[in-house]
């Protein structure tokens, strides 16, 4: 039986710097994939694979996406209820009324311009993903508002994020399509048929509805009307209200930056200050995040029980971080090796990757060396500082003869996808290094689209559930949580929306993905074994809120999501 790692350390209970978030089966047969040499590949080639349909630089046609959904099963749209709705109401009978390339509704100049008979691309457009993202919305549309009519008359139960979304895309669909007379129904979003939801509620749909139009707007490049919207979203939100008003906020602002880019225009000075004054706080962010988010944890709980288990056998081990952070995970596994008695480490190293902060690498190497003192571990640790990723070569690790080697990347390789000739140089020197084993931790959505309307939705769906699991887990007022969000996902969502070509640096992609990109030079994936999904489990057990964490297989591999919406995912790899 495979070395399982101890179940009494809580890496809470360390007090360190963390880094920032983003049933049992027996392990998979190993598969070996074919090599294919690195060097060979072209970028066009290597940008093809990240493209945002997986394989392809260009989009489904709508008559793909229209055969798509023809063959989808009944019980596969059940699961998926927002997208169930919409293709049951109106999509269904327009899948050929626009190209694929183009943009959402027909052109709108104004608030009283009517909308063109061609005005469901932005639906048609992002169907496909919507029908794919693995949602969990379990209720058809009938059990929903049946539900919505009971809890008004027995007394009400607030709407779940999710549910808002779902409420507000219907109302976009229904509602700026319908005519009379010629004339577009701009309809106030919430009507009689929601007229069981609180105020708050209706006005969260509101403002997501109108988040909505202001973004097809924004794709159409009516920036005109689009900033009337904008603003109108701006006075409703909040960076420091209700989930839905602070995710609003966000996107709002990455739209008026769209049009600014767009139009020549420059970011407001008072947005990048305050983006300035929130990083000022990372660190008491970091860890807040750790202590009381469960997604970095359980990742790495179960990332570094693999490791133990394929270094079992080692008495000389030699760790490469990618980009560390606070190293706070090889404390577990320093603690996890500290007790083998059948094969005592002779020798535990840690080299340590950074492009930044070389103060703060520094620091976490004192506090790693410290607590393997405490463990009479052998240990050192190395730094290795480079202004780019692409000049990362093996010669830099120093490795030595009998060392076995282990790479741990975590939330890097997504950094480089928008740069070739940087992730190319990466791996072919890792692959040099001969590792027995490559973690690889990564955040499991499709940011990549080259499409603005569908990349939008999927940051919104991927953004909401983030800032749903912040409203659980964290207080309101805690100003981590504000930090967390003006930074890192203020951040994240302004380079997704706003920006193109080599500045959208955020471009994170399914896991899939990856694995096509990986055996193009013979990486194999193993298995997580029980024992790791053992322990990711055991954490979410210590958590408040562990219970709306999901953990489910995807091939070979582990997904962390939240309440059903896929978060990161967690494979391990081997070279041929």
């Not at 009324?97 to 063109?116: F, M, W, Y």
């Not at 895309?169 to 939801?197: A, V, W």
């Not at 570094?304 to 056998?313: F, H, L, R, S």
């Not at 577990?332 to 500290?338: F, I, N, R, T, Y």
């Amino acid at each position: 039986m495979a070395k399982t790692l101890f179940s009494s350390f809580h890496f809470n209970d360390t007090e360190d710097d963390c880094d920032p978030p983003l049933g049992y089966g027996k392990e998979a047969a190993v598969t070996k994939c074919q090599e294919v040499p690195w060097s060979d590949m072209e970028d066009c080639a290597f940008m093809d694979l990240f493209s945002s349909s997986y394989g392809s630089c260009q989009e489904n046609s709508m008559e793909e996406k229209s055969e798509l959904f023809e063959n989808q099963q009944p019980d596969d749209f059940k699961q998926n209820d927002f997208c169930h709705k919409i293709l049951h109401s109106e999509i269904q009978p327009n899948f050929d009324a626009r190209n694929h390339g183009e943009d959402i509704h027909s052109q709108v100049s104004g608030l009283g311009k009517p909308l063109e008979d061609k005005a469901l691309s932005f639906s048609a457009a992002s169907l496909e993903l919507l029908a794919n993202y693995e949602r969990g919305f379990k209720k058809t549309r009938e059990e929903a508002f049946n539900d919505l009519s009971y809890e008004n008359n027995v007394g009400h139960q607030k709407l779940t994020m999710e549910e808002i979304l779902r409420v507000a895309g219907e109302r976009f669909i229904q509602f700026s399509t319908k005519k009379e007379d010629g004339i577009s129904m701009f309809i106030h979003p919430y009507g009689s048929s929601l007229s069981g939801l609180s105020i708050d509620e209706a006005r969260d749909v509101e403002l997501v509805y109108i988040l909505l139009v202001a973004a097809e707007n924004v794709g159409c490049q009516h920036f005109d009307f689009a900033s009337k919207m904008i603003t109108r979203c701006l006075w409703m939100a909040s960076d420091s209200g209700t989930p839905v008003q602070r995710i609003a906020y966000y996107f709002a602002i990455a739209l008026q930056e769209r049009i600014y880019r767009e139009t020549g225009r420059i970011m407001s000075e008072k947005i990048k200050q305050s983006m300035k004054c929130l990083a000022l706080e990372t660190n008491i962010t970091f860890l807040a995040s750790h202590q009381e988010l469960p997604f970095t944890q359980v990742m790495q709980f179960a990332g570094i029980q693999c490791i133990i288990e394929n270094v079992t056998t080692a008495t000389k081990i030699h760790l490469v971080d990618l980009q560390i952070r606070s190293g706070i995970q090889w404390t577990a596994l320093m603690q996890g090796l500290s007790e083998w008695h059948e094969h005592p480490i002779k020798s535990l190293k840690l080299t340590a990757v950074g492009t930044t902060d070389q103060l703060y690498i520094e620091a976490t190497g004192q506090r790693l060396l410290s607590f393997a003192e405490s463990l009479n571990l052998p240990f050192s640790f190395k730094a290795v500082y480079l202004t780019d990723m692409k000049d990362f070569k093996e010669d830099l690790l120093n490795i030595e003869a009998g060392e076995t080697v282990v790479v741990y990347s975590f939330l890097i390789l997504r950094t480089m996808v928008s740069r070739p000739g940087c992730i190319e140089n990466l791996m072919g020197a890792i692959r040099r290094l001969r590792p027995v084993l490559m973690v690889l931790v990564e955040v499991d959505v499709n940011h990549n689209s080259p499409s603005f309307v569908d990349r939008f939705i999927e940051a919104l769906l991927f953004y909401s559930s983030y800032f749903d699991c912040l409203e659980d887990c964290m207080e309101r007022s805690s100003q981590s949580r504000m930090n967390l969000e003006g930074i890192y996902f203020g951040q994240g969502i302004l380079n997704i929306v706003a920006t193109e070509g080599q500045e959208r640096t955020n471009r994170n992609v399914k896991t899939d993905v990856w694995r096509a990109f990986f055996a193009r030079f013979g990486m194999i994936e193993i298995g997580l074994s029980e024992s790791s999904w053992y322990q990711a489990n055991l954490v979410l057990k210590q958590f408040v809120h562990g219970s709306s964490c999901t953990l489910e297989h995807n091939g070979k591999g582990l997904v962390v999501g939240w309440k059903g919406t896929p978060i990161h995912s967690l494979t391990t790899w081997k070279f041929s």
